[in-house]
């Protein structure tokens, strides 16, 4: 059971030891996105990035979906008028769902479940992990009544989907499954539905037990060298590399240095050094 609750507006925070949950809670519109959500979003990611206590963050949403996209009353009718709250409510929704996200200082995972539709998508893609029921249902829904997935959709769908595979979702508006979806990798893996919590919170607690600095700059070195030429990754590796063994508070390399060549007590393609903090 979580250790504890934080409520917000339309946010849930659940936290059990240091993985933390954050879950959309507008369950009786499957978690559709409001203007008021997405600012409570940035606050709970905010808040949760500054959290010692957080190592791990979970992506979620409450009463059996992930999400149904943008409300299509809150986010775009009751907005047309009011150009200052829909440049605030986009700013919002840009600012947690890719930028937020993409660059959080901790590791992040999208557990989904039920339907994924439309603006759904993009923080799945932005989660540097994605795990999700057999029977969970996904769907670019954009096409349906006329509009093209804006947003960022389309762009960060077309950075994990084979260009195939995106484009017949996309313009076509048919579904697919969790299963179909870890076919295409476009999640890490699907399991029945029963087994969602139980595999996201394992694989959480294999990355809390890494080394926080070595998480980081990781997966912020991958993210960023997909797009760089062979010469432009290298010196940005090198670089990355030499900066992580300054910043690094525990010290991790020279520890396991030590714990394989002097103590001989692991052999790192087998498994983590151990941590002394």
């Not at 559709?32 to 979970?58: I, R």
């Not at 979620?60 to 986010?75: E, M, V």
């Not at 010290?251 to 002394?276: C, H, I, N, V, W």
Request: with cysteine; net charge positive.
């Amino acid at each position: 059971m979580p250790s504890d609750t934080i409520m917000r507006e339309n946010v849930k925070i659940e936290r059990e030891g240091g993985v933390t949950f954050i879950i959309l809670n507008r369950p009786e519109k499957r978690n559709a996105m409001s203007p008021q959500l997405h600012l409570d979003m940035c606050d709970a990611l905010d808040w949760a990035a500054e959290d010692e206590q957080t190592k791990v963050v979970v992506l979620t949403g409450a009463g059996g979906n992930f999400c149904a996209g943008q409300d299509l009353k809150l986010y775009f009718r009751d907005t047309e008028n009011n150009p200052v709250l829909r440049a605030r409510a986009r700013a919002a929704s840009h600012s947690w769902r890719w930028d937020k996200l993409s660059k959080f200082p901790k590791a992040t995972i999208a557990m989904v479940h039920g339907y994924c539709f439309g603006g759904g998508f993009t923080p799945v893609i932005a989660c540097d992990f994605a795990i999700v029921a057999d029977d969970a249902t996904f769907g670019l829904s954009e096409i349906n009544w006329g509009i093209i997935p804006g947003g960022l959709v389309a762009w960060a769908v077309t950075q994990v989907l084979g260009y195939r595979d995106a484009m017949y979702y996309a313009v076509t508006g048919d579904q697919f499954s969790g299963k179909e979806a870890s076919a295409m990798k476009f999640v890490n893996k699907s399991v029945p539905p029963e087994n969602l919590r139980e595999a996201t919170l394992e694989l959480a607690r294999k990355l809390e037990a890494k080394s926080p600095a070595g998480v980081r700059y990781t997966k912020e070195a991958m993210r960023m060298v997909r797009n760089m030429s062979k010469d432009q990754a290298q010196d940005y590796l090198n670089a990355k590399s030499d900066a992580l063994k300054f910043a690094d508070p525990e010290g991790g390399r020279k520890k396991a240095m030590s714990q394989f060549l002097d103590e001989k007590s692991y052999k790192p393609g087998l498994g983590a050094f151990k941590r002394t903090v």
